[in-house]
């Protein structure tokens, strides 16, 4: 049996490869090289940055959330905790269809509340700490 970290997006979602062109951003040329690469290959900054633009979340949110367990302020290429951020940032929809990942999530953020108030993270980090897990309670109670 093969595991869903052997295969990329663009297998998982049975979705034909791009071809980019010249008039690409780097930002969509690179999502979409990552939705080529295996999923065990992902480093902080691929899901940061794919999570950030709502690509495959199906697959790359639980896998966030295992670095996040590991270290809440896991970083990828911009400021210690921008892999939180992003996480924090993804659709209320999201989190609506996929109930045990929010209650991971949650929980995890109540559990980390001490620790990143007395990190030197960027305390915009917190900030969105502090806004957005009533937003994230409120949905598991719907």
Request: charged fraction near 25%; hydrophobic fraction near 40%.
């Amino acid at each position: 049996m093969i595991s869903f970290l052997e295969k990329s997006i663009n297998e998982l979602e049975s979705s034909e490869p791009f071809h980019s062109t010249e008039f690409e951003s780097s930002l969509i040329a690179t999502c979409y090289k990552l939705r080529d690469k295996k999923l065990q290959s992902y480093s902080t900054e691929d899901l940061r940055v794919m999570i950030g633009q709502n690509i495959g979340l199906t697959w790359l949110i639980p896998l966030a959330l295992d670095k996040l367990q590991v270290d809440i302020l896991a970083e990828g290429d911009f400021y210690e905790g921008d892999l939180l951020v992003s996480v924090l940032k993804t659709s209320p929809s999201y989190w609506r269809n996929h109930s045990l990942e929010l209650a991971t999530f949650t929980t995890l953020l109540e559990k980390s509340l001490t620790s990143l108030a007395t990190s030197d993270a960027p305390k915009a980090v917190l900030e969105n700490v502090y806004q957005s897990l009533p937003k994230l309670r409120a949905i598991s109670f719907v």
